[in-house]
């Protein structure tokens, strides 16, 4: 939705602020665009069997689980892609990430300081090989804290396991894009990590789907509860939340409610008030309200945040690469206290995606540093 023709039944959503335009989707784009730009196949999608020794999310071996509580896996190659506190923190979920990165022996990246999130796309709409996975975690894993993927498509989960091997650390936060086929995903997402769940520290449901209409606040909370038993069936019991729009848990708060923690996104570039410097003057006051919206005192986690540093202003908001650094700066500055509350958006430009008037032509330009992959030309 652009701003020019918002209604005022979508007023209550946005609330006091315009930090978060309807149709704002930062990673994969929307189901239908995503699906449309890939028609259907993924180049560098597998669907070997492997045997697997299951460990959970704390690295603690497990039995199998019998074959009736395990979901069905199916065909990675026809499923589609994910769409894409200044704070205080109370009562944290418990922290998956925590356990069992002793056993990597990694040598950078980590769970202590701001996440990041990653897609695995080339620029000519092609899924990244495990070359090129390799390569863009060499230019950025060691430097965040965890990373944060948005689907199964394109082997993501796989590829990134492997390209973390024992170099890296970091832990994962994972993704269920897609809310019909919840079984597949997660057997999917469990034959990438090869069983061990030991890395990841929380998996997602949805992204954005209530603030841009791609499902109801019920559907969301019904695809939670099945996407829990199905994790928890092949062996994860860690965190699993709804990811959405600042402004839509606002006006929903059970979305937080049957979460384990409190997912946002949330990015002050779509508020046409908000300066770069002010980003995280921003965040704080929007935070606040979040947590004055939902039921007592869950964690609240920003999934998504970050500034372009090209394309059309937005009052205020003005993109370029100074712009970008004074935003990024006083982001995590609002998260000095706890730098892994945020996510980044994002590690590298996402030059598959498509520019539109309604997001400033800005959609291909949030790398930060300008950064983009070897895989798209970049150094």
């Known amino acids: 939705m652009k701003f020019a023709t918002a209604s005022v039944?979508?007023?209550?959503?946005?609330?006091?602020?315009?930090?978060?335009?309807?149709?704002?989707?930062?990673?994969?784009?929307?189901?239908?665009?995503?699906?449309?730009?890939?028609?259907?196949?993924?180049?560098?999608?597998?669907?070997?069997?492997?045997?697997?020794?299951?460990?959970?999310?704390?690295?603690?071996?497990?039995?199998?689980?019998?074959?009736?509580?395990?979901?069905?896996?199916?065909?990675?190659?026809?499923?589609?892609?994910?769409?894409h506190q200044p704070v205080t923190t109370p009562q944290q979920p418990q922290d998956a990430s925590?356990?069992?990165?002793?056993?990597?022996?990694?040598?950078?990246?980590?769970?202590?300081?701001?996440?990041?999130?990653?897609?695995?796309y080339k620029g000519n709409h092609n899924c990244k090989t495990q070359a090129d996975v390799d390569?863009?975690?060499?230019?950025?894993?060691s430097t965040f804290g965890m990373i944060r993927l948005y689907g199964v498509d394109c082997d993501q989960v796989a590829m990134v396991r492997k390209a973390l091997g024992s170099k890296y650390d970091n832990k994962l936060f994972l993704g269920i894009f897609k809310l019909d086929d919840i079984a597949g995903q997660v057997a999917t997402m469990s034959a990438g990590l090869g069983g061990d769940w030991s890395r990841v520290n929380t998996v997602s449901v949805g992204n954005e789907l209530v603030n841009n209409g791609g499902a109801s606040v019920g559907q969301v909370v019904a695809a939670l509860g099945t996407a829990k038993a199905a994790l928890k069936a092949a062996g994860y019991s860690g965190p699993v939340v709804i990811v959405d729009t600042f402004n839509a848990v606002?006006?929903?708060?059970?979305?937080?409610?049957?979460s384990d923690y409190c997912a946002v996104n949330m990015h002050p570039f779509f508020d046409p008030n908000t300066a770069p410097s002010q980003a995280g003057a921003f965040m704080t006051n929007q935070l606040s309200r979040v947590r004055a919206a939902i039921s007592g005192n869950k964690r609240v986690v920003v999934t998504e945040?970050?500034?372009?540093?090209?394309?059309?202003?937005?009052?205020?908001?003005?993109?370029?690469?100074?712009?970008?650094?004074?935003?990024?700066?006083?982001?995590?500055?609002?998260?000095a206290s706890d730098p892994s509350g945020v996510f980044l958006f994002t590690a590298?430009?996402?030059?598959?995606?498509?520019?539109?008037?309604?997001?400033?032509?800005?959609?291909?330009?949030?790398?930060?540093?300008?950064?983009?992959?070897?895989?798209?030309?970049?150094?």
């Open 9 to 83: 039944v979508l007023l209550p959503l946005f609330g006091l602020a315009a930090g978060q335009p309807s149709r704002h989707n930062h990673q994969a784009g929307s189901q239908k665009r995503h699906d449309a730009m890939f028609h259907g196949r993924r180049d560098n999608v597998h669907n070997e069997a492997r045997a697997v020794v299951y460990v959970n999310q704390h690295g603690q071996v497990i039995n199998k689980p019998d074959a009736a509580n395990v979901p069905a896996a199916t065909n990675p190659g026809g499923q589609t892609a994910d769409s």
């Open 135 to 141: 390569a863009d975690f060499a230019e950025f894993a």
């Open 348 to 379: 590298f430009n996402d030059l598959w995606k498509k520019p539109e008037s309604a997001t400033f032509n800005a959609e291909q330009y949030w790398g930060m540093g300008a950064r983009t992959s070897s895989a798209d030309g970049g150094r």
């Open 98 to 120: 925590s356990a069992g990165s002793s056993a990597y022996n990694a040598t950078g990246g980590g769970s202590g300081g701001n996440g990041v999130t990653y897609s695995p």
């Open 305 to 335: 945040t970050g500034w372009p540093w090209q394309g059309s202003a937005n009052g205020l908001a003005v993109p370029g690469k100074d712009q970008q650094a004074t935003a990024l700066q006083a982001i995590k500055g609002a998260f």
């Open 250 to 258: 606002i006006a929903n708060p059970q979305i937080c409610d049957a």
